[in-house]
C-alpha cells in the first residue's frame, strides 16, 4: 500500500515523546514532500483557576508554546522540509487537534507522541493521543518512544 500524505500534522507539548514525534513527522514530510504544521494546543481549562493566582499565566504559555514551535521549525528547515507552518490554538488538545486544526490545514496524517506532559488528565479521562484517534478525520500516527 502506497500512502502519499501532502498535510501532515505533528502535534507537540514539549515532552520527551513529541521529541520523538516531530523526528518521525519531519521524517515522513520528506519522504513525501508534504506541509507540515507543527501544532501546540494551549490547554486553557486550568485557566480559571490559576488566573485567581497569576495573572500572566497565558502570556507565559504563549511564550512557551512559540519557543517551543520556533526550536522544531528550526529542525524541520534543518531537514530539508521547505513547507513548514506554525500552529498555536487555545481549549482542550485532545479535541482541538483532531477537529480544528486537523480541519483547517485539510490534514491527512496528524502524528503525536503515546503520553505527553499531562499524566493526571491521562488518568481521568484518558490521553490526548486517544482522543485525537477517536475523533481524527484522518490517518493517526502515535509515535512512541524509543526505549519502549
Known amino acids: 500500500m502506497n500512502v ?3 498535510n501532515i500534522i505533528v502535534a507537540v507539548d514539549g515532552s520527551d515523546e513529541a521529541d520523538n514525534a516531530i523526528k ?4 515522513i514530510a520528506k519522504e513525501n514532500n508534504a506541509r507540515l504544521v507543527i501544532a501546540h494546543v494551549i490547554d486553557t481549562r486550568s485557566f480559571a483557576t490559576v488566573a485567581a493566582y497569576d495573572q500572566s499565566i497565558a502570556a507565559k504559555s504563549d511564550e512557551f508554546a512559540n519557543e517551543l514551535l520556533d526550536k522544531y521549525i528550526v529542525q524541520a528547515t534543518a531537514a530539508g ?3 513548514v507552518v ?3 490554538e487555545f481549549g ?13 490545514y485539510k490534514a491527512d496524517l496528524i502524528v ?7 499524566a493526571v488528565e491521562r488518568f481521568i479521562i484518558g490521553s490526548v493521543s486517544e ?4 475523533n481524527a478525520p484522518c490517518d493517526v500516527l502515535i509515535v512512541r518512544s524509543s526505549d519502549q
Open 4 to 6: 502519499n500524505y501532502q
Open 24 to 27: 518521525k513527522a519531519i521524517s
Open 81 to 83: 522540509i521547505e513547507n
Open 86 to 88: 506554525k500552529a498555536i
Open 92 to 104: 482542550s488538545p485532545r479535541a482541538v487537534v483532531p477537529r480544528e486544526i486537523a480541519t483547517k
Open 112 to 118: 503525536c507522541g503515546a503520553t505527553g506532559l499531562n
Open 131 to 134: 482522543g485525537i484517534t477517536r
